[in-house]
């Protein structure tokens, strides 16, 4: 009897050890990213979610809206509306001169310029478009890179990309066209480097983190991106639970409208 009692307690004992030890090895996986930052993907999704995931799937194409997806982040922290696929966009006059300030100073143009010369600057900025468009701290990518992740740098890079070609393209700086094809360009870069939004937005969120931690900003708003991120994942309202990530290339033939 007393044996049998000893293995019982026993087996409980290893019960409740297994079960800690996979829940730790759980919270551990969770918290693990590139850098040992939190970044813990959304909790398990729901019924709701996974519906909006199949109608996506079976939605038809839409390219324009899903290269302007990748500034969706960029462009709610700005108040600026996303999920349309057009570059213009209905911002009152003030608010668009302020827009237009903001984007000459992140493009390091002087706003006293003439018309003409800021968009002779910005179309020399689009044939660029791979190097970089935009101001960056001294070394950012470089760092990035030093530390192996490429990665982060690079969502970080698709995500000012779209963001700033939209403004600049609505400001009338550049032909729509134009941008468009930097902006498909950007967005096909994007599909071929990640595996899913969840994977892009966490991407970009540490690289935020580390611009942010660069510019001596270690406090609330270094964590900011994370958040918005997972946010934006759970969003039934946001592009990126309507558009799937590979369900189509970019630049795939699509079917003509019948």
Known sequence: MLTALAWLAGLVVLFIV??????????????????????????????????LRA?????????????????????????????????????????????????????????????????????????????GLGRSHDGFYEQ??????VRDALAFDCARTAFLVRCIAHLGWVPEARAWLVLFLNAQRAQDSFESWEDFGLAYARAREYWLRMSNQDGPASTRAMMEVHEHLRNAEG???????????????????T
């Not at 984007?103 to 900025?125: H, T």
């Not at 990035?144 to 992740?149: F, K, S």
């Not at 592009?239 to 409208?257: E, G, T, V």
Request: net charge positive; charged share 25%.
């Open 239 to 257: 592009s990126w639970l309507a558009l799937p990530w590979k369900h189509y290339r970019i630049f795939d033939p699509q079917p003509r409208p």
């Open 144 to 149: 990035l890179a030093a530390q192996g992740r």
């Open 18 to 51: 297994l079960r800690t030890a996979a829940v730790l090895w759980g919270v551990v996986r969770e918290g693990d990213g590139q850098d040992g930052s939190n970044t813990a993907l959304p909790a398990r999704d729901d019924p709701a979610l996974r519906a």
């Open 55 to 131: 109608r996506a799937e079976a939605a038809p194409p839409n390219r324009r809206r899903w290269a302007l997806a990748l500034c969706d982040i960029l462009s709610i922290r700005n108040g600026l509306p996303c999920n349309g696929d057009t570059l213009a966009l209905d911002l009152p006059a003030d608010r668009r001169e302020q827009l237009g300030r903001q984007v000459l100073r992140e493009m390091n143009i002087a706003a006293d310029l003439p018309a003409p010369a800021i968009g002779a600057r910005m179309q020399e900025a689009l044939d660029g478009w791979v190097g």
